[in-house]
């Protein structure tokens, strides 16, 4: 991988902060928790708005910790706005594609053959199939957008609860998240750590499948019926089409062709980085064609042109469907950005660093090490990629002197650990909030626990496998 792409996916995480401030652990850490007690009392208690708990939540981190409230400021705004232009323009991108998926039929006939060829006690499996294909290549919220209209359907069509059938998708699109390369995440500990590309891939295929049948299906299993929730309405289709027009929509071949659009391309991009040198002309139009914000903005015009002629929509039709579709999403993009605001705001603090600085001379195996300096990591901050970043570069000395599949296994570890209980300070604990409609209470029933069921039993594969090889 090159450096271009590590700086760029530690930009991103919001890693990138030149200086952190020399703040004392026995004010930071109690700054961070009550920054987050803060939000999760005014959300739960009070029933104030999350954006509102996010922004009042990250100023409490900064009063108590000490920092200026100028710099506090700064931090979350510089968050927020990152935020908000990375992910946001997907979510605005995605909704886009996911409305015109639906307003066509396309989502429909997806649903109609996936319903169709499993019974109520395979659906979730093949759900966690489709969410680890859409999820392998991409950023989870990314993934998360795209598959929104199909797992809202699914769960209307098989009458299942949305927690029954989301969670298998979403346990498929984590575990690509920090297990599997090409994904960046994992990109980002194999350059670090000096790993092997193809074993590391290898290992995360094996440590993934069965990760993702534990945490996916046979959790879901508990989890609805923990949160019973009816799906939201979020991308039902246009009132006003007729019976006709709905009796016309594109194929499974042509639907499956616009959704796979995307993936097919940010997977070319992570690929053409790996295999391809620098300068190399398909390097660079792959790497333009991948960058996710072009990635899905084609995905839109290759919607219009596939699923919008394909059920006999004008671009009159096409507009109004694209149109409608940014109203219901755009208190989401706030919260989501929010959230990204308050984990600058903990990067910023240094809680990062201080979490290092405590298990980097423990003396417990190298596995369970990376696993637990990830897992403290993405608790502190809520990013999965920072906790990926940080977690490597404690670990870079360690993995000098070990084995390559030694090495592959300490990046597995460390995937495993970046994805470990997401909560109140990680934007994608509001996505799926948001977009699933639960309380946060039940968001840490289904979505949070899933997480933590993902992590732990990753580690325990990794261990498996670390007796073995």
């Given amino acids: ?206 440590v993934a499948i069965p990760t993702v049948a534990v945490s996916g299906p046979l959790f879901a299993r508990f989890a609805g019926r923990w949160v019973d929730v009816p799906p939201p309405a979020l991308f039902e289709t246009s009132e006003d089409t007729t019976g006709e027009e709905r009796a016309k929509r594109p194929s499974f071949g042509t639907t499956l062709f616009a959704v796979l659009t995307p993936v097919v391309l940010m997977m070319g991009k992570a690929l053409a980085d790996i295999f391809l040198a620098e300068g190399h002309v398909l390097r660079s139009a792959l790497d333009f064609l991948g960058t996710p914000l072009i990635a899905l903005l084609i995905a839109v015009l290759v919607g219009m042109a596939t699923l919008g002629r394909g059920a006999g929509m004008d671009l009159k039709a096409q507009a109004k469907s694209l149109e409608s579709s940014l109203g219901p999403i755009a208190g989401i993009i706030l919260i989501v950005a929010a959230g990204g605001g308050f984990k600058q705001t903990l990067v910023d603090t240094g809680i990062g660093n201080l979490v290092a600085d405590w298990v980097q001379n423990s003396g417990i195996s190298v596995l369970l090490l990376a696993w637990v300096v990830a897992v403290l990591i993405r608790l502190a901050t809520g990013s999965a990629t920072v906790a990926t970043v940080t977690a490597s570069g404690i670990l870079a000395p360690l993995a000098s002197g070990m084995a390559p599949a030694e090495v592959s296994l300490l990046v597995l570890a460390i995937g495993a650990g970046s994805v470990f209980f997401s909560h109140v300070n990680d934007a994608g604990f509001w996505l799926v909030k948001e977009y699933f409609g639960l309380s946060v209470g039940q968001t840490i029933k289904s979505w949070s626990l899933m997480e933590t069921v993902l992590s732990v039993s990753g580690l325990v594969f990794v261990l498996i496998l670390g007796l073995v090889v």
């Fill in 1 to 206: 991988m090159t450096t271009d792409l590590f700086s760029a996916l530690h930009q991103w995480a919001g890693a990138d902060t030149p200086e952190v401030p020399d703040i004392p652990a026995a004010r930071l850490i109690p700054a961070a928790l009550l920054g987050i007690a803060v939000i999760v009392v005014l959300i739960t208690k009070f029933k104030f708005h999350p954006f509102l708990g996010l922004t009042l939540g990250s100023l409490t981190v900064g009063a108590v910790a000490g920092v200026e409230m100028a710099a506090v400021v700064d931090s979350f705004t510089k968050g927020f706005g990152s935020t908000a232009a990375g992910v946001g323009t997907l979510i605005a991108l995605g909704a886009m594609f996911g409305k015109l998926l639906a307003d066509s039929g396309g989502a429909d006939e997806i649903v109609d053959t996936i319903v169709g060829r499993s019974s109520a006690r395979t659906l979730p499996w093949a759900m966690a199939g489709v969410g680890a294909l859409i999820g392998l290549p991409m950023f989870f919220e990314i993934g998360l957008v795209l598959l929104m209209p199909v797992i809202f359907l699914v769960a209307r069509r098989s009458g299942l609860s949305i927690v029954k059938v989301g969670i298998p998708a979403l346990a498929g699109l984590s575990a690509m998240h920090g297990l599997v390369p090409p994904h960046p995440g994992p990109l980002v500990a194999i350059d670090a750590l000096k790993a092997n590309l193809g074993l590391t891939l290898a290992l995360g295929v094996l």
